[in-house]
């Protein structure tokens, strides 16, 4: 039996396979689900901005806007050494010794993944120098991704760390919503005023609204952020830091670098209309990421839960399925509107980005297959095998950069978008594979050792 004495109140507790009376299933549905709504209230002020950045810029000159925002947020989880998820994990450790404990260790994961943040945006900041295809050379915007990325960062720790105090709802407004509401109300804005913004300037107005949302983490309910906001760490914790986030940052390089070098690819070799076409196309299926991922992370806490019993495999892979089923059942009937009508989806974007519905159509299918997968980097990290995953990352990277070289020039954004589904199916087969099997082995030996 396992044990739910950890569980939050209210909270439902995906391995319990009891019966619940109808009312309090639904209720403790719905408290389980706040904070995936709330943070799909995020998404959709991200989709609402970038609708209207389409429609104000157009397909060529929103480019840039699309391409360097896709490939920032994209990065946000390497800026952050994975500290978010030790944030995560450690905060309700240190809850109990006080406010001061978590305001200071919070501290350090912030000093920390500035540190980090500040060496990725440099490195983004010559590429933007190299790549800027107007030839001007160093342009005052080009420091923009170099501040982006540490905010990005930040709101990443603030988010996490505020789950981890119990609040899965401010951390999902303080990690996403706040920054990206912010953003939001900034591009309405300018809609307004009689100025013309180019893509530029509305970067500027995305980083703002990062830095801003981050900083205001500072002043969120419960106090636990308001004595210090940046601290570096002494020399055992930023030891101990560095250590347990390595795995994890590596983690997140190769499922980042498998989405940046691809799209670079296509911002060289492609038209800018185009590559606006393809970006906007993820920031459809984006939607359907972030909501999944919320549903799924639901299911973590179980999923780690019960890979701690002798004979793990039935058990995890019931929350597994359920995680699968849950996800399927929100998420179906969107995705399959969706691909049967994507150039209505599109044209929301405004009649020039119709051109992307081929491409959405297949970002959508191959969303439909990983839900069918499941979460297997859940899968693998709540059972243990975090040096697999990340090994598994750097095959799926090669993997989708080798084939991105080869279908990109033949077949344009499609080709991209066929790589990451290879990708994408070879990893969901391979780590749920190796997940079963190393349980199977975890049990063989827990029968062994009775027996012996």
């Known amino acids: 039996m396992v044990s739910t004495d950890t569980a939050v109140e209210g909270e439902l507790d995906p391995s319990d396979t009891g019966p619940v009376p109808g009312r309090i299933f639904l209720e403790k549905v719905l408290h389980t689900l706040m904070p995936s709504v709330v943070r799909m209230g995020g998404a959709g002020f991200q989709f609402l901005s970038t609708v209207m950045v389409a429609r104000s810029l157009g397909d060529g000159p929103s480019a840039l806007f699309f391409f360097w925002t896709s490939v920032l947020m994209t990065s946000g989880p390497i800026a952050s050494y994975g500290l978010e998820q030790i944030a995560l994990r450690n905060v309700p450790r240190l809850e109990g010794t006080g406010p001061g404990a978590v305001a200071a260790f919070v501290a350090n994961l912030r000093a920390l993944s500035l540190a980090v943040s500040f060496l990725l945006g440099i490195g983004w900041m010559i590429f933007a120098v190299v790549t800027d295809k107007t030839g001007a050379g160093f342009q005052l915007w080009h420091l923009l991704p170099l501040f982006a990325q540490g905010a990005i960062a930040l709101a990443l ?81 930023f030891q101990t830091l560095l250590r347990e986030g390595f795995p994890i940052c590596c983690v997140s390089l190769f499922g980042a670098l498998g989405f940046i070098i691809p799209l670079s690819i296509c911002d060289v070799m492609l038209p800018a209309a185009e590559v606006s076409h393809l970006t906007a196309a993820f920031r459809v299926s984006i939607l359907f990421v972030v909501l999944s991922g919320a549903i799924h992370s639901v299911f973590a806490p179980a999923l780690s839960r ?146 012996g």
């Open 157 to 237: 720790i603030n988010g996490e760390a505020l789950k981890g105090l119990s609040h899965p709802v401010l951390g999902s407004i303080f990690g996403h919503v706040l920054p990206a509401g912010l953003f939001c109300i900034a591009v309405a804005l300018t809609l307004i005023v009689p100025v013309a913004f180019d893509a530029t300037e509305i970067l500027a107005l995305y980083t703002g609204s990062f830095v801003l949302g981050a900083v205001l983490a500072r002043f969120a309910p419960g106090g636990a952020f308001r004595d210090r906001f940046v601290l570096w760490p002494e020399k055992s914790r």
């Open 306 to 451: 019960t890979a701690e019993l002798k004979r793990p495999l039935v058990p995890v892979m019931k929350v597994y399925g359920k995680s699968i089923a849950i996800a399927l059942l929100v998420l179906g009937l969107p995705i399959g509107v969706g691909m049967i009508f994507p150039g209505t989806v599109m044209s929301v974007f405004g009649d020039e980005f119709l051109d992307g519905a081929g491409a959405l159509r297949l970002l959508l299918l191959v969303q439909l297959i990983s839900l069918m997968m499941g979460p297997v980097p859940y899968l693998l990290l709540m059972t243990g095998h975090t040096t697999f995953l990340a090994r598994l990352g750097v095959l799926k990277l090669v993997l989708v950069v080798g084939l991105s070289f080869i279908l990109i020039p033949k077949m344009g954004g499609v080709g991209m978008v066929v790589a990451m589904g290879i990708a994408f199916l070879g990893e969901g087969i391979l780590g749920v594979a190796y997940a079963v099997a190393k349980m199977k082995e975890q049990e063989r030996r827990a029968v062994e050792s009775a027996e």
